[in-house]
């Protein structure tokens, strides 16, 4: 399973590096990670230089980071050797993850950690299983292929409205549930009667004309032959249910 690699040198737990978890007694947890991090630390307080990292903001980071230190380095001293693994932490020192989000150069001992325990991760399993990489990289392109395909699909099916005032496209169409449900709270004074679409981007509510192009009146007749269609649960059927469909 990816991100999880098995105790290593004195660590007493299996360790998630991608997750900031260790496995205590066949359970997944902060805490046991954070205790294998103060036991290490007591042992080696040299570790404590890992307090002035920009990417820990905490004791359970912190501790963490120490965790990873330590693997990073009992692992370089078994493979001390092999000519891989010694580039791949020269390459991990300039992984992206060391780098500020502002774009900044700053080192960041715990993110080159963790991009060269994910580099020893992947060179042990395909030590184990030669080709299990490039196999499970062409299994996430067909499946990226597909997801793709699926929401073209139903982006073609599910047209989105542009919000009239932030532009976003990011809307959705006001489910007679959810407007029933918003009337049978608040009553007469809900939002969603006359509406039909929402923005998830600025959280405005717009009327049907934002789907068809409505006259005044017409605009009219919606709202107050929708509202009567909602107060008698008359919600899936009408004149107006057909014209506002898209």
């Known amino acids: 399973m990816g991100g999880k690699i098995m105790r290593i040198g004195e660590i007493e ?3 998630d590096y991608r997750h900031d ?7 997944w947890t902060t805490g046991a990670l954070t205790s294998e991090g103060k036991k290490i630390l007591k042992k080696y307080p040299d570790y404590k230089i890992l307090k002035d990292d920009w990417m820990v903001e905490n004791d359970d980071e912190f501790f963490a980071s120490v965790v990873y230190a330590y693997m990073v380095d009992c692992i370089l001293q078994e493979y001390s050797d092999n000519e891989y693994l ?8 300039e992984d992206k993850i060391a780098t500020r989000p502002s774009g900044r150069r700053e ?3 715990k993110g080159i950690n963790v991009a060269f325990l994910k580099s020893f991760e992947d060179y042990i399993k395909e030590q184990n299983n030669p080709g299990i990489l490039k196999r499970e990289q062409e ?15 139903y982006e073609a099916k599910h047209p989105h409205v542009p919000c009239p005032y932030c532009k976003s496209t990011n809307t959705e169409k006001i ?8 009337v049978s709270l608040v009553g007469a004074a809900s939002g969603k009667i006359g509406k039909q679409w929402h923005c998830k981007n600025c959280g405005s509510i717009e009327e049907c004309m934002l789907a068809k192009k409505l006259s005044k009146k017409e605009e009219h007749i919606y709202k107050v032959t929708r509202l009567a269609e909602i107060l008698y649960g008359n919600l899936n059927h009408g004149y107006w ?3 506002v469909k898209t």
């Open 13 to 15: 737990s299996d360790i």
């Open 21 to 27: 978890k260790a496995n205590k007694w066949g359970i």
């Open 86 to 93: 010694m580039n791949e932490y020269i390459k991990a020192t």
């Open 107 to 109: 080192m960041s001992r």
């Open 139 to 153: 299994q996430e392109e067909k499946e990226r292929a597909i997801a793709r395909a699926l929401s073209a699909e």
């Open 175 to 182: 489910s007679t549930v959810s407007r029933a449900v918003s």
């Open 241 to 243: 249910a057909d014209l």
